[in-house]
């Protein structure tokens, strides 16, 4: 009940539809830019394999590297846990299936999915770089236009018209769950309309929508106004500032019986942040020479688990098991 308030049932076709032209997208690019440089598969994959940004595992200088392998195997662990497991937005399809073990099935058979994708968008990327170089192309640009500028400026006319579709696809697909997920936190933990009527709900869901896709138009001029680094890098970048605090607070409700203190929990969770972010900007100089990854989450968790520590009660939660 609570995902199908939010509207989960829009989404699941029009996802999957979504996926698939994304996807599509990606392999028809790649392909295209196979038949540019004269490349059947096998040299295609010869040469993907042996350029030097084809780098599948990373052991660079562990402290000062933040590329390093253990550290993104570390950090994406975590990252997953609270971006997904912890995300109204990424779980409310699991959470909308009949029973646990649809669930957990589905679970499953997405993360094995994910494997093949990234792997794709990895050869993608390579292929860019050869691509760029073998053409005489710059590459002094911001890394999310690379694929834009190819797609209109260099590659044939039907790439760009695939990538508009992989474009509106990946943008719808991440805009309207994260709609949904929105508003039905707002229906269920905010405005909790019980006594409501079915007009005078839908009539909610439909403003908090708009309100909700004003605000996403907001964050992506910003973005586009203030960001110099890749979308999904600083993306990564500020999950580990603001879902700290979650996944401390994940692990005291998991692990403890601690009482919180409610009204405390708020500034727990700015102050942990601020003090990430401030350890995260000298991390180099106070901590001689050591680099932050995405493993920054992982320390803003353990502030916060600090600071909830501090404000507990002294009594206990007792199982009623």
């Known amino acids: 009940a ?15 539809i979504q996926t698939f032209f994304l996807v599509f997208a990606v392999v028809f690019t790649i392909f295209s830019i196979g038949k540019e440089l004269n490349m ?19 052991f660079g200088n562990f402290w000062s590297n933040e590329n390093n392998f253990f550290k993104q195997f570390i950090s994406g662990a975590f990252i997953t846990i609270v971006m997904t497991g912890l995300d109204q937005d990424m779980m409310q399809k699991n959470l909308s ?35 760029m170089n073998t053409k005489g192309i710059s590459q002094q640009m911001n890394p999310d236009e690379i694929y834009p500028i190819l797609a209109t400026k260099y590659l044939p006319f039907s790439v760009s018209i695939f990538f508009i579709l992989g474009i509106i696809a990946s943008a719808f697909s991440s805009a309207n769950s994260a709609m949904v997920a929105m508003t039905t936190s707002f229906m269920i933990d905010i405005y909790n309309g019980k006594n409501k009527s079915e007009r005078k709900l839908k009539k909610v869901r439909e ?36 879902y700290g605090p979650l996944l401390g607070l994940f692990f005291i409700g998991l692990f403890t019986k601690w009482r919180i203190k409610d009204k405390t929990i708020p500034y727990i969770s700015i102050v942990s942040i601020l003090l990430t972010v401030i350890i995260d900007a000298f991390s180099e100089e106070i901590l001689f ?17 600090i600071g909830l520590l501090l404000c507990k009660e002294k009594t206990e939660y007792q199982s009623t098991i």
């Open 207 to 242: 403003i908090t929508h708009t309100i909700v896709a004003l605000c996403f138009i907001g964050i992506i001029i910003l973005f586009h106004l203030f960001n110099d680094e890749s979308v999904v890098k600083t993306i990564f970048k500020f999950a580990g500032y603001t």
């Open 97 to 131: 299936l009949k029973n646990i073990h649809e669930a957990t099935k589905n679970f499953f058979s997405f993360s094995i999915a994910l494997i093949p994708v990234n792997f794709i968008f990895l050869c993608l990327g390579v292929l860019f770089v050869i691509y």
């Open 289 to 305: 020479g050591y680099k932050f990854g995405f493993e920054i989450l992982i320390l803003n968790g353990i502030i916060t688990i």
């Open 40 to 58: 059947n598969f096998t040299t295609m994959v010869s040469a993907i394999c042996s350029n030097d940004q084809f780098v599948l595992f990373d």
């Open 2 to 16: 609570y995902t199908i308030k939010g509207g989960i049932k829009s989404i699941i076709w029009t996802d999957m």
